[in-house]
Each structure stands twice: as C-alpha cells, then as structure tokens.
C-alpha cells in the first residue's frame, strides 16, 4: 500500500542548532514530494517541492531537503533554527499512480527553546 | 499575494445541525480541493473539482456531506446533520490546474467542532 511516513511525531531544537525531520514513502515510481509547514490554527504553506532533477532542493525560509531514491526518503533540514520556525511540517507525495492525489503524512511538531 | 480564502475561520455547532464552509480559490485556478484534517493527523482529501466538475469525491462520506462548484470559482461544503466525529479542521486548496507537478496553495482552514 502507498503510504507516507513521518517517523517523529515530535522534535525538541535549540534556537540555533540545526534540524532534520524525516519522511519516508512508499510508491512504486518516484514522486513528486513536497514539504509544507503549518503554524497553530492556520493553513498549510508550502516550503519546497521535488519534481526532479537536482535532489536537492533548496526551500523558503532558509529550509532544504534531499531526495534519495535508494532510501526513499525526502528529509527537511535547516541550519540553524529560529523561534519563529516552531510549527508543524508535513511531507506530501503525489504519484502518477494515485493520479497525483497528495498523501500526507502525520507530521512532525517541531518545539523550539531559547 | 493572492490567496485562497476561506469562512467562515471557526464554528461551532450542536450534533444533528447543519454547517456550511465557503471557499474562494486563488483567482484563475481551475482546480479546487477540500481537505478534512483531524487533530494530530495530516489532511485527507474529501473532494476535488476541476473548473464546475467532481473530478475525485471517493473519500467524500455522501450521506451527510456535499460539496458544490456551481460556476467553477468558489464553492461550498456542507454537512448536514454534523456528528461529534465531524470536529476537524477543514482546508480549501486550489492549484492552477490538475497534475502532480502544480502546487496546491491552502487557506486558513475553518475549524469545526460540534458538540
């Protein structure tokens, strides 16, 4: 079954330390993946997107990912964090086999201390 | 920036009542999307229109939910009666078209709890 993955439902960071949340998915070809963000009580913004090409992927907010199709993962990494980054993040995937219908995962809270 | 708007942002209602969700897309976006998602979860998609269309309504519970696109700009979601499972938050999302690589952009969300 198609499926994607958040291992960590949630992550604690110090303001400025770096971060990486996870997300795995299952899908026969490769996948249009995306990363979005949602602050408390809001709707989803979008942080980056992979369709193809370069696995990497540079995002808003200072964010990035990396697309590895040996693992199937599409992890989110930031530098450095700031407090304003504490929010919940989802990773989505679209496949030509569920006609591009996004799957989210259970996303990831990310709580972030001075 | 153009956004998708949604209203109304927070409701509260009884069981058995009926509530209506309003959603206007981003402005030439042919493809809308309703999305449920419950607390703790990523959302779900209970409906999704091309242009005036139902291109996708699988996962959409018919008995007491609809959903319209009369004229393929705004739309509206309904559930008629609510249940106490129904409490969620609800997206709208539009896209410029149907496909994998076009963006979905979502509103705030209207959060629904019934009591």
């Known amino acids: 079954a198609q499926s994607v993955t958040q291992p960590d439902i949630h992550i604690t960071v110090s303001e400025g330390a770096s971060l990486e949340l996870r997300c795995n998915y299952s899908y026969g070809a490769t996948p249009y993946l995306f990363w979005y963000v949602q602050s408390p009580g809001q709707g989803l913004q979008l942080l980056l997107k992979y369709f193809s090409g370069d696995t990497l992927v540079q995002g808003i907010k200072g964010f990035e990912a990396e697309f590895k199709r040996s693992q199937s993962s599409f992890n989110l990494r930031k530098p450095s964090v700031h407090w304003s980054d504490a929010a919940e993040y989802f990773c989505a995937v679209g496949a030509v086999s569920n006609d591009y219908k996004l799957s989210f995962g259970a996303g990831t809270t990310v709580t972030v201390r001075a | 920036e153009a956004e998708v708007a949604q209203s109304p942002r927070y409701k509260i209602t009884e069981k058995s009542q009926a509530v209506a969700f309003w959603c206007d897309p981003i402005?030439?976006?042919?493809?809308l999307y309703w999305y449920r998602q419950i607390l703790g979860q990523g959302p779900e998609l209970l409906v999704q229109f091309q242009d005036e269309s139902v291109v996708d309504d699988s996962q959409l519970p018919k008995d007491r939910f609809s959903a319209e696109r009369l004229k393929g700009v705004d739309s509206t979601l309904k559930i008629q009666p609510a249940e106490l499972g129904d409490s969620a938050m609800y997206l709208c999302a539009s896209s410029l078209r149907t496909g994998g690589s076009d963006t979905q952009y979502f509103g705030p969300g209207t959060r629904l709890t019934v009591l």
């Open positions: 402005s030439g976006h042919a493809t």
